[in-house]
């Protein structure tokens, strides 16, 4: 098969598609409004994916960060918020860390 033949094939099968449109407007419409929505719903989740999960976090070694945080009293497991002067006090007293 030619490269002549193909896009002749091409131009039959869009000029039928164009026709099947034309027929059905509403079909055409509600078609194209969903492909919008699927197309921009990718658009946005691979957009939060990428710059969540793909890209490298903007510190020179991200592997050394950790979480600081405590348990809450009388239920072990469930970890609350450290407050910014508790943070002060490790981070003081601390002789392990860098910064």
Known sequence: MTIHQITAELRQ???????????????????TITL???????TAVFAVVDAVLLRPLPFARPHELFLVSRERRGSPGLAVETT??????????????SG
């Open 13 to 31: 099968d869009g000029a039928l598609a164009l026709r099947q449109l034309q027929r059905t407007p509403a079909f055409a419409l509600i078609a």
């Open 36 to 42: 919008s929505l699927a197309i921009g719903a990718t």
């Open 84 to 97: 910014y002067p508790e943070y002060r006090e490790l981070r003081d007293g601390a002789r392990s860390f």
